[in-house]
């Protein structure tokens, strides 16, 4: 799907994969042709492994991209993004995978990140 429309457009694409073991598939997503690949918090064991799929995923030309489910805490990938191995940070305000979900405005505190950060 992504190659499909990347041949109709230029326009920037970013793909965010929320599957088991996503650093399967960042090689096949750069030949695709996206421009940004968003991996989902919660598809790795912690903050290490995502860092090292996000290096391999700027290594690859593309920019590097977070997404964290509602009930994620924005401190688990306040290193990454400090040590700048984060151009996207994705704050989902409904849990992934299930439809019809009212939006969660304490999500939107995230986003607003709080007077005690910079």
Same mark, same amino acid.
């Given at each position: 799907?992504?190659?499909?429309?990347?041949?109709?457009?230029?326009?920037?694409?970013?793909?965010?994969?929320?599957?088991?073991?996503?650093?399967?598939?960042?090689?096949?997503?750069?030949?695709?042709?996206?421009?940004?690949?968003?991996?989902?918090? &919660?598809?790795?064991? %912690?903050?290490?492994? #995502?860092?090292?799929?996000?290096?391999?995923?700027? !290594?690859? @030309?593309? =920019? $590097?991209?977070?997404?964290i489910s509602p009930s994620t805490?924005?401190?688990?990938?306040?290193?990454?993004?400090?040590?700048?191995?984060?151009?996207?940070?994705?704050?989902?305000?409904? &849990?992934?995978?299930? %439809?019809g979900q009212v #939006?969660?405005?304490?999500?939107?505190?995230?986003? !607003?990140? @709080?007077? =005690? $950060?910079?």
């Amino acid at each position: 799907m992504i190659s499909d429309i990347r041949r109709r457009t230029d326009v920037k694409l970013d793909v965010h994969l929320v599957v088991k073991e996503p650093g399967r598939y960042v090689e096949a997503m750069k030949e695709a042709g996206a421009d940004c690949l968003i991996l989902q918090f &919660e598809s790795f064991e %912690g903050a290490e492994s #995502l860092g090292a799929v996000l290096d391999k995923v700027g !290594r690859m @030309g593309m =920019e $590097r991209g977070v997404s964290i489910s509602p009930s994620t805490e924005v401190e688990k990938i306040e290193g990454l993004i400090k040590e700048g191995r984060v151009d996207v940070v994705d704050v989902l305000t409904v &849990e992934p995978c299930f %439809g019809g979900q009212v #939006l969660k405005v304490e999500c939107l505190e995230k986003v !607003r990140g @709080g007077e =005690e $950060r910079s």
